[in-house]
């Protein structure tokens, strides 16, 4: 959830990122937010958590999920089509979160179950 969400996050994030989607030179904040534990790196359980509040600041009408235009200032809206897999127009909890599954696993470069800084500026 860092990048969406971070990169949509971690897109949003997404999402993650995301999206979307830490900029850690830049946003450091970002990081830093969805580092709950202050540990340098960002798990899975916090990765979760940092895309499901990005979800409920974008999620304005709290219907539960994400319209086009609910999310039309996210750093990377082409995310958007690609995370709706039934092309009905909004992003659910349960499309965010398939989308961040795969989003986690590629920005944890080495797969081991956290994402740190020097991986989410990879991921850029």
Known sequence: MIKIALGFALLLAVAAPATAQVKSDV???RFDAADTNDDGKVDRAEYDGFVEELV???DVDRDEKLSRNEVSDARDVSKFDKIDAN??????????DAFTDSDFAVMDGNSDGSIDRDEAKRSR
């Open 27 to 29: 946003a450091p904040e």
């Open 56 to 58: 409920l600041l974008y």
């Open 87 to 96: 092309k009905d127009g909004y992003l659910t909890i349960a499309e965010i």
